[in-house]
């Protein structure tokens, strides 16, 4: 393959829990192509699914063109920590792409999908959760991320499991009764709780699955059923305290800056992003709250032009 055929064309990658998004652009970030698969979270998959995942949506975003990219863009939740940088760039390695790599989180690439390069921060909710931000200084901070086991408080995850856990105390006679029973029965399709425990433990399933219950919280809070508005109420609470912790580490409370409210969850429950918005401008009265209109996808894009003509900002922990 020549060198010129290497050089106008770039990859942006958003690796999430639900799903993998690929874009093909040209060096002005114009998208060419796109190609979806299932989510390749690293802790929730693991290394080698992951790096089958990727594979095959570069592989099928590129097609029959007869291209390499001169510069890979790939944003997941966690790689900002070492190990899982570390795996990362083997997997890149692995599957063969020549090109420069730039590996980084999933809120970056999503907060610069909304602003660019301006100071903001993005709260995810997704099937985890992550507050994350940088300042005019290009110092970056974080608060939550820690996956389903440690925290993401506020995610479809945590909503999901919050809300099993709901319908199984009222079937014990524990808890109260929701609404939220009949619309997680019908969600996993089964006829009675006791049914839960098969489709929960024998399918094996992924976090994505339990988050996919979020919306089923949705809509029982649409009827006013109590124990979902607290669920959501609770949740919304959770990804304020993150996102307070990382505008006060930046320095930001004082300033007007953009809130970037991202991830399928914010989506899918609207109620939860509302009552997020309302926390936020409460802590920061001069910060603009908007919802993330396109995919994450698209920063990582811009991050890879970058990459190819000479190398991306990433902004540096505050506290590294």
Known sequence: ???DSRAPYVIGLDAGGTKTV????????RVLDEARAGGANLQAAGELEVEKILHEVMDRVIGDRLVAPSAIALGMAGVDRADDWQVMHRVMRRIGFKARTLITNDALIALVAAIGHDPGIVVIAGTGSIAYGRNARDEAA??????????????????GRHALRAVVRESD?????TAMTPLVLAHFGASRPDDLVHAIYDGALRPSAIAAVARAVQAAADYGDELALQILTVGARELASSARAVIVRLGLRDEAFDVVLSGGVMHAVPRLAAEVEAHVTQLAPRCRVQRLQREPAHGAVALAVAEANGGARIPKYANA
């Open 1 to 3: 393959m020549s060198a």
């Open 173 to 177: 006679g524990r808890g109260h009764a």
């Open 22 to 29: 690929c874009l093909l652009a040209d060096l002005d970030g």
């Open 142 to 159: 974080r608060a939550g991320g820690w996956g389903y086991v440690l925290g993401d408080e506020g995610s479809g995850y945590w909503i």
